[in-house]
């Protein structure tokens, strides 16, 4: 496989993250393996609940209860991250791996001027003196494009829009040059004109510092304009996985084609319904036996009942987890006999 | 790769510095009359206390048995020939023919400021015999009487704040700071820290508090310094109170803990401990401080109710509560109406606490905020 070269930044063996929960064990993570290259993307998209958000965390170890990572290994330059102790842990979070989140309006402290986030890790990290911090602070705000950032930096979060607030916590995850960039759905709670600004700016920041970027999202739009190579996750498992180009052209793995199908187009057919998933993602608690997708898939078969497949080499570096790997051209079967 | 587009210029709320959510609070606050009235009656209520010996005319303690009961001394603005004088005289009093006390406008005495009286140490420190006011010699002048054994109520009433007013502040830091801790870490660690901690809290809660003062209060030693029964009644005092607050610590706790940015803080390295005091207390803060300040009139009105039934602060050390005492014979009480004096002050003190308490949340709720 082209993606275990050694040149890997960071491997992830065999993840396992499961849920206890009052109802029973619900399996959020279930054995996943990704690599992720060094100044380059991974996006990983999927609907919602199928575990994305929780293996973002599961990288820096920030599940928290009742979650637990109880399995595989995360290599990060050969050193398992698993291996490591809390406080071990802790140094590397916001120095190697830096993360920034969804909600932009709710991830900086109300309390906190703008220059706090930023002169917090810069001190944790770098043990720069306060002034020293502050000089810096102010430069990496007017690197991710904040202007007039010697008086912003002294503003509070209320007094700042959510483009604008996803700019400081960005410019805080950079602050120490992270080798890797968690990037947890950056841009889903900003308008469509600030995503393309925030995303075009992660674009820019990869350039100048050449950092590995995990992309997690649902927006195959998103996918196709940032990432190099793409990890498509369904309940917990990774069902398709291969170079950007090879998945938007030759897309392998039934959910895979039914979420390219579903991407709103310029030439849809008017008045035509856009073409839906049926169903939705399987309670984690009660996995279906064999296939996880297969309640949902009209190419069905009985082995698919039987046995889950596992991820199958299609072509040089594209792998997909489906015994009947159709082609994205083949029509479309009419479902019958199965319930969603 | 496409080109960054200018991010669009937004304006600064205002034209100046930003202001601190502190800056903000204390604007709103300094708008609400009501609530800065109490501040300033807080205020100078504990300058009275602070100031105690410096404005009482008589040592506490000194006992006038001939003069027990005596009424508060009419003060005139006119000297003996009858001419209007800046000069305020304190008349004399003598007892009629039915025993009662009635002025006597041929014995007066000038009312003097800055008069030298008994030796104390302002602050606890400075030796003084300096006094706000008092006559000269043995003159006796009771601005608000004397109670049974003649000793000066006004004396009394002004040291003995000292004792009440402490006693709510030292037992509201006491509770504040174990509400917190265990509040705080019921709310971080949840689980099983959580359910022991709450459980705990609930049972100090289900038992009717002041029986549980009154138990506590009864077991102590009666012959014991009142520098240690002080301390005694502030720790039954925060022992009782702090259940309360660390429920609602906790409640705060467990929200913010969920929030983004907590979540951001743990992303960027930051240890527990330092998301816990600059993340998670300052949060809790607000509400801390309000509920603080209704609470502290709680422990007053506690400390008075111990001390009157005498399981708290014992004569001769003044305090409000013990002061009272007496106050409850109504035979005495018709006849010698200004020993209730104490009664009067607690409520002023109870009235600008709470009002001020109310300012505060006003002021500290930014959804309350115009």
Known sequence: MESATP?????????????????????????????????????????SGCGKSVTGLSLLRLVAHPGRIVGGEIRMRGQNLLDLPMNEMRKLRGEQIAMIFQEPMTSLDPLYAVRDPLLETLRLHRKMSKSEARAKAVQLLTSVGITD????????????????????????????????????????????????????????????NGMAILLITHNLGIVAENCHHVAVMYAGKIVEKASMRSIFQNPRHPYTQGLLRAVPRLDHPVKQPLPTIPGSVPNLLHLPTGCRFRSRCVWAQQKCAEEEPPLMEVEGGHTSACWVQPGFTQPVPVKEGVTA | MSELPAPQEETL???????????????????????????????????????GEFISPYPVAD????????????????????????????????????????????????????????????????????????????????????????????????????VSLSIGLVAIAITFSIGLLVGGAAGFYGGRVDNVLMRLCEVLQ?????????????????????????????GILSFVGWAGLARVIRGITLSVREREYVEAARALGVSDFKIIVRHLLPSTFTIAIVNATLAIPGFILAEAGLSF??????????????????????????????????????????????????????????????
């Open chain 1, 7 to 47: 040149a890997s930044l960071l491997e992830v063996r065999g993840l396992r993250t499961h849920f206890y929960t009052d109802e029973g064990i619900a399996p959020a993570v279930d054995g996943i393996d990704l690599e992720i290259l060094p100044g380059q993307t991974l996006g990983l998209v999927g609907e």
């Open chain 1, 149 to 208: 950032a010697e008086r912003r930096v002294d503003s509070y979060p209320h007094e700042l829009s959510g483009g604008m607030r996803q700019r400081v916590m960005i410019a805080s995850a950079i602050a120490c040059d992270p080798a890797l960039l968690i990037a947890d759905e950056p841009t889903t709670a900003l308008d469509v004109t600030v995503q393309a600004q925030i995303l075009a700016l992660l674009r820019k920041l990869q350039a100048e």
């Open chain 2, 13 to 51: 709320e205002g034209s100046g510095k930003s202001q601190t959510p502190g800056q903000l609070a204390w604007g709103q606050l300094r708008r609400n009359r009501v609530a800065m009235a109490a501040g300033i009656v807080v205020c100078l209520l504990y300058l009275m206390a602070i100031f």
């Open chain 2, 63 to 162: 006992i006038r048995p001939a003069l027990y009961h005596h009424p508060p001394t009419p003060i005139v603005w006119h000297d003996a020939a009858g001419h209007f004088s800046l000069q305020p005289y304190a008349l004399g009093m003598k007892k009629d023919a039915k025993d009662e006390y009635v002025p006597d406008p041929t014995v007066r005495a000038p009312i003097r400021l800055f008069n030298t009286g008994f030796a104390y140490k302002l602050l606890w420190i400075v030796p003084l015999r300096i006094h706000l006011f008092g006559t000269s010699g043995d003159f006796p002048f009771f601005p608000l009487g004397t109670d049974h054994l003649g000793r000066d109520v006004f004396s009394r009433l002004v040291v003995g704040s000292q």
């Open chain 2, 206 to 234: 289900s038992i009717p508090s002041f029986y549980l003062l009154i138990a506590l209060a009864g077991i102590l030693p009666t012959k014991i310094p009142p520098a240690v029964t002080f301390l005694m009644i502030i």
């Open chain 2, 309 to 370: 039934l005498g399981l708290g602060i014992r004569d001769p050390v003044p305090s409000w509560g013990n002061m009272l005492n007496e106050a409850r014979d109504l035979e005495v009480l018709t006849r010698a109406t200004w020993i209730l004096a104490p009664g009067f002050l607690i409520f002023i003190t109870v009235i600008a606490f709470n009002t001020l308490g109310d300012g505060l949340r006003d002021a500290l709720d930014p959804k309350l905020r115009r």
